[in-house]
C-alpha cells in the first residue's frame, strides 16, 4: 500500500519570518495531519538549514532542488545532497518545470542530480510534465513518458526505492487550470505503466505519483481519489496554513 505524500513548494516566496511562522503552524497544527499521510514542505534553500531543526517528525523538509555534483568543490552557489542529509533535509525536488524553463535543466542534469540524491540518502522527487502545446497535439503521454526514461534508465529499483515521481503538466501550475481527475489517473497510470516496463511491477506499484498544478482545497480530494494519484505537490495552496492542511487531509 503506498502511503499519500503531499508535498509544498513555497517557491521563492515568504521573507525570514514568514516562513518560520508558516512552519510553526503546521508543527503547532500537525496533530490535524492524518497519520496515514506524509507531509513535505520545501521552504527557500536560504532557510533549509532552520527549518529542519524546527520541523517535526509530522512535518519532513525538502529542498527545492540540488547540485548535480556529488563531491564539494568550486561550485559557487550550488548545495550538494550531501549537504542536504546533513542539515537534515529529507527530501529534494528534481527537475521542476520551473527549473527547466528558467535555468536551462536539461534531461541529463536532472538524472545527475538524482544520482546526487541517492548516493547521498534524499529522496529525489522528480518532476515531469509536458506543456500546453504538447497536450493540445496530442503527444502529452509520449513526452512525459520519454522525461520518465530518459531520468531514470540505468538505475536500479533498489537504488530508487525512496523515488517520488511528481506528474505536474505545465499549462496548470500556478495558472488555476488543474487537469481534470480524468487527465490526471490517465497519466499517472502511464507513469506506472513505464517504472513497470523499465523495472518491475511490484516497484512500479511502490512508487508514489503526485499531481501537481493548481492543486487546492476544492479539487484535491477528487484528484488524490483515483487510484494512481498518491497525494500532491502543492504550490499556492501551500503558502496557507489553512489551506494546505485541508489538502493534506483530503489526501487522508
Ligand atoms: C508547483 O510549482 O509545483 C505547483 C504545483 O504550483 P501550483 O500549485 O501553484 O500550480
Not at 60 to 73: L, R
Request: charge should be negative.
Amino acid at each position: 500500500m503506498r502511503k499519500p505524500l503531499v508535498a509544498g513548494n513555497w517557491k521563492m516566496n515568504k521573507n525570514h519570518a514568514d516562513a518560520k511562522a508558516l512552519l510553526q503552524a503546521l508543527v503547532d497544527r500537525s496533530s490535524e495531519i492524518p497519520s496515514g499521510v506524509d507531509v513535505m514542505v520545501a521552504p527557500p534553500s536560504l532557510y533549509l538549514s532552520e527549518m529542519a531543526a524546527h520541523a517535526n517528525d509530522a512535518v519532513a523538509i525538502g529542498s527545492q532542488d540540488v547540485s548535480t555534483q556529488e563531491e564539494d568543490g568550486a561550485f559557487t552557489g550550488e548545495f550538494s545532497a550531501v549537504m542536504l542529509q546533513s542539515a537534515g533535509v529529507r527530501y529534494a525536488i528534481v527537475g521542476h518545470s520551473e527549473r527547466r524553463e528558467y535555468h536551462g535543466e536539461t534531461d541529463e542534469e536532472i538524472r545527475e542530480k538524482i544520482a546526487a540524491c541517492v548516493a547521498a540518502g534524499i529522496r529525489p522527487v522528480y518532476c515531469c510534465g509536458e506543456k500546453l502545446e504538447e497536450r493540445e497535439s496530442g503527444q502529452h503521454v509520449s513526452v512525459v513518458s520519454h522525461q520518465v526514461k530518459t531520468a531514470l534508465e540505468g538505475f536500479s529499483a533498489s537504488e530508487l526505492k525512496d523515488l517520488v515521481v511528481a506528474y505536474e503538466p505545465v499549462w496548470a501550475i500556478g495558472t488555476g487550470k488543474t487537469a481534470s481527475s480524468e487527465q490526471a489517473q490517465e497519466m499517472h497510470a502511464e507513469i506506472r505503466n513505464v517504472l513497470g516496463e523499465l523495472f518491475n511491477s511490484d516497484f512500479a506499484n511502490s512508487i508514489r505519483i503526485l499531481y501537481g498544478g493548481s492543486a487546492k482545497p476544492a479539487n484535491a480530494a477528487e484528484l488524490f481519489a483515483q487510484p494512481d494519484v498518491d497525494g500532491g505537490l502543492i504550490g499556492g495552496a501551500s503558502l496557507k496554513a489553512d489551506d494546505f492542511l485541508k489538502v493534506v487531509e483530503a489526501a487522508g
